[in-house]
């Protein structure tokens, strides 16, 4: 038998409250308790945001919408990120999943690519993108890919160093109009970047962009940069420009404390608008931490719903905690 | 452009800064321009209509009726909320208590909320004296931890409540609004039970003095009663204030009020 006090203590205690702001409740630990509270909130439009160890958090008004303040394709699920091998003919120093020569290629392979590109569909995904390691280390990378531009419009992440011979065939196969290929660029000269991702890749990154620029393919450069180099970006957008990169192809993003990297914005699953992407060994909740478990969603990746479901589930937990802890720390 | 109307309200939660903002907002555009003053208790609300610093006040009943006593009935009601004409008292008691009826009550105890209160209080004690009980009949157990919100706040009915569960009372009386608040009889069955409820009467309204022109009353009643609950920029408003449509007053559901403040010796003023 529950307590009808729980439900006096409720009305009095979230009465008072501004909407938005929560209040910790006590329960006397039965789930009868919760269940009480649960329906008692539901029924009068109020929201239970947490039980932990017999006290429940409640906010006044209903639970503010987790995806308010994201863009539409920020919203979890919307876009898909395949890891499609982890093995890499560069060696950068900030690779966020340690990729290099010497890594294991833990390929997914074609068949679970396409078996998620068809799931993704269905999944309400807009979007798919390709990254490792180096993809074209894979020798039926354009299969992968014409796996998901059939399905969806996709981007496919490159260092841009292999475009030549095979390599360059495999990139004529694919489809133009639904992929677009992001390349690597940190600089507009060839110092800092080869600084941090090798000697001559500037070079040959440049040469693979227009490679694939002249063989009509869309181009996006993206940057990684330390975050005090975010201050002197202009020269680097000139140059960008003149290589015929549109503005809003241009990428540039600060440099994540993951991988070998070892400065960086320190990211954690709290602080990370997730980006659902799919690796041989699971589903994680952001490319970044693609190679590390502190973010690992799961080991299966199959059904793909399933796994954007949790993703969201989780999302929306750190919100509505965030969102009560902000009530209950309100600034002086 | 004329200046605003000026709309009195009784801050009983941190809510009604919102709601009134919200209303605000929502008659910017005109025709009929308002701003809002909020006052910590309804006689301070009704002096200040009285002394014409404020042109509309959100009275309750209790309000209204003062105020039509302090004015000889020259005040009037604008409009309130669909909730407003149907407001009810309920009587309950511990589930299984058979209290049959108001006439059950003899000899017991019952727990009434603020004595500021018409639907908690006022009202009960009518409600009685209509079924033939006197005030020796049966035990009344005030709690007055809301007094001067005239129960707006809920929290005497809530400490009513819970002297009945603590076997200080054998019913209580509280408002409709809070018996939905704690889910009815639905949410805990087996605590509570109802043995009797009130006839409909009416609760709060909007109060104007004869000094307010039907000319600028007019298209701030007509604006209002034109918020739409099917409209997602309106609905929150309407649903913090806890209704789905703003309507014309309906004067006759306060005779029973008017009544009850008359034998009990109620004073116009505070
Ligand atoms: S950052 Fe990219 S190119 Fe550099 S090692 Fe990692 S996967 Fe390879």
Redesign the interface.
């Known amino acids: 038998m529950v307590s009808p006090l729980l439900v006096l203590d409720l009305v009095e205690r979230t009465g008072p409250l501004p909407l938005g702001a929560t209040v910790a409740v006590p329960l006397d630990g039965s789930d009868d308790d919760v269940a009480l509270v649960t329906a008692w909130c539901t029924r009068s439009g109020n929201s239970l945001v947490e039980v932990i160890d017999g006290v429940a958090t409640v906010r006044r008004g209903p639970s503010p919408d987790p995806y308010a303040d994201l863009d539409p394709d920020q919203i979890p699920g919307t876009r898909l990120w395949i890891y499609t091998n982890f093995d890499c003919n560069l060696a950068c120093d900030y690779c966020c999943v340690r990729s290099s020569p010497q890594a294991e290629r833990r390929a997914l392979g074609a068949d679970r690519v396409r078996k998620l590109a068809g799931e993704a569909v269905d999944a309400g995904v807009s979007e798919l993108i390709l990254t490792g390691g180096e993809p074209f280390l894979l020798p039926d990378l354009d299969d992968l890919v014409a796996a998901c531009t059939a399905a969806l419009p996709t981007t496919l992440l490159t260092n841009a160093m292999l475009l030549r011979g095979r390599r360059l065939e495999m990139l004529r196969r694919m489809d133009r109009d639904r992929l677009v290929l992001q390349i690597s660029l940190d600089s507009p000269t060839p110092e800092l970047h080869d600084r941090h991702r090798g000697a001559r890749s500037w070079e040959r990154a440049v040469a693979g962009i227009r490679t694939a620029q002249a063989d009509g393919f869309r181009v996006r450069v993206a940057a990684t940069l330390e975050p005090e180099r975010f201050s002197e970006l202009e020269p680097f957008k000139a140059f960008l420009d003149d290589l015929g990169i549109a503005r809003d192809d241009q990428v540039i993003r600060a440099l994540a404390h993951r991988g070998v990297a070892d400065t960086g914005l320190e990211l954690t699953v709290e602080s990370l608008i997730p980006e659902i992407t799919i690796t041989a060994d699971g589903v994680y909740w952001h490319p970044v931490s693609a190679d590390h478990d502190d973010q690992l969603v799961t080991r299966e990746l199959f059904p793909l719903a399933d796994a954007i479901a949790e993703v969201k589930r989780r999302f929306v937990a750190h919100r509505a905690k965030a969102d009560a802890a902000a009530q209950w720390f309100p600034c002086a | 452009m004329s200046k605003p109307l000026i709309i009195g309200s009784v801050a009983y ?3 009604v ?2 709601i009134w903002e919200g209303i605000r907002e929502y008659f910017g555009d005109g025709p009929a321009e308002m701003d809002f003053v909020l006052y910590s208790n309804y006689g301070r609300q009704v002096d200040a209509l009285l002394a014409g610093e404020i042109d509309i006040a959100w009275n309750t009943n209790l309000a209204w009726v003062r105020t039509v006593a302090q004015t000889g009935g020259e005040c009037r009601a604008l409009a309130q909320r669909d909730t407003d004409t149907v407001f009810q008292t309920i009587f309950v008691a511990r589930t299984g208590s058979a209290l049959g009826g108001l006439e059950g009550l003899k000899g017991r105890r019952l727990a009434l909320g603020s004595k500021d209160s018409a639907q908690a209080a006022i009202l009960p004690v009518h409600y009685l004296h209509e079924a033939g009980l006197g005030d020796d009949d049966v035990e009344l157990l005030r709690i007055n931890s809301d007094v001067g919100k005239h129960g707006d ?3 005497s009915e ?1 400490d009513a ?2 002297a009945v ?1 603590d076997d200080k009372a054998d019913a209580a009386a509280l408002g409709i609004n ?1 018996w939905e ?3 009815r009889d639905e ?2 069955p ?3 039970e109802v043995f009797w409820e009130s006839p409909t009467y009416s609760h709060c309204n909007f109060t104007a003095l004869p000094t307010l022109s039907d000319e600028r009353a007019a298209p701030w009643v007509e604006k209002l009663l034109a918020m739409d609950f099917d409209n997602p920029a309106h609905r929150p408003i309407l ?2 204030e806890g209704l789905r449509q703003w309507v014309l007053p309906k004067m006759d559901g306060y005779a029973s009020l008017f009544d009850a403040v008359k034998e009990q010796g109620i004073s116009p003023r505070w």
Do not use: C, Q
Request: no cysteine.
């Open positions: 939660t941190p809510n800064v919102t706040t809920g929290r809530l409540l819970r569960m809070t608040a704690i889910g949410l805990m087996g605590a509570f649903e913090m």
